[in-house]
């Protein structure tokens, strides 16, 4: 099956750096990445829609200045965490649709996550 | 994002029992559902997908649709502690809306 790589697994930082997180797919071409944050016994929550060749969209309330998302190519969308403080230590985790698969819903593939914390 | 709601549990069931699971969601023009399980420190993986109303069955698991009350279940026949994770109820009309889950432990 499809597989998205999501590179590092786990980073510690300290408050005001930035990280960078890379979310690939491996043997398809996703025109579309989705970036989710899931705090410690929370849901996974939809941060913003990463298009390639075009802006990301993202969800109310998630500044988009902080969390720069950029998708320059079929196969590659980065997820930077700008400034980064201790609020924001969180599991981050992306997902790219397989749009060969003719009926989009199911085929949803999750990178395995980064866990970041910030110091 | 559409709501869903689903007991945080922990819901604890003895080895061989069937695990319920239950979900809620707000948005009545939902069209596609979820399951996913999720262990600790680990990103969801896909259980079951259903899109009409009635049961379907894949090996020990069962899901249930019914639009009409805005509700869907997971069932887990025969449980092994191998299922003990946590379950994530998703709504999809494009991009996933997830509950905050419910925390399955089968005790041996």
């Known amino acids: 099956g499809a597989v998205v790589s999501q590179h590092p697994s786990w980073v510690i930082c300290k408050s005001g750096t930035s990280v960078k997180i890379e979310c690939r797919s491996l043997?398809?071409?996703?025109?579309?990445m989705f970036w989710y944050r899931q705090f410690p016994k929370q849901s996974l929550m939809l941060m913003a829609t990463?298009?390639?060749?075009?802006?990301?969209?993202?969800e109310q309330g998630v500044e988009k200045d902080k969390f720069l998302i950029n998708h320059a190519s079929l196969t590659l969308s980065t997820l930077t965490v700008t400034s980064a403080h201790p609020e924001d230590s969180s599991f981050y985790i992306c997902?790219?649709?397989?749009?060969?698969?003719?009926?989009?819903?199911?085929?949803?593939?999750f990178g395995s996550g980064t866990q970041l914390s910030v110091l | 994002q559409k709501e869903v709601e689903q007991n945080s549990g922990p819901l604890s069931v003895p080895e061989g029992a069937i695990a319920s699971l239950n979900c809620t969601y707000s948005?009545?023009?939902?069209?596609?559902f979820f399951w996913y399980r999720q262990y600790s420190g680990k990103s969801p993986e896909l259980i079951m997908f259903?899109?009409?109303?009635g049961d379907k069955e894949d090996g020990r698991f069962t899901a249930q649709l019914n639009k009409a009350s805005q509700y869907v279940s997971l069932l887990i026949r025969d449980s092994q502690p191998s299922d003990s994770a946590t379950y994530l109820c998703?709504?999809?009309?494009?991009?996933?809306?997830f509950g905050a889950g419910t925390t399955v432990t089968v005790r041996a």
């Open positions: 259903i899109y009409s109303n």
């Open positions: 998703a709504v999809n009309d494009y991009k996933l809306s």
């Open positions: 997902s790219a649709r397989d749009q060969r698969a003719g009926t989009p819903n199911e085929k949803l593939f």
């Open positions: 948005d009545r023009g939902s069209q596609s």
């Open positions: 043997d398809f071409q996703a025109t579309t």
């Open positions: 990463s298009n390639e060749g075009s802006k990301a969209t993202y």
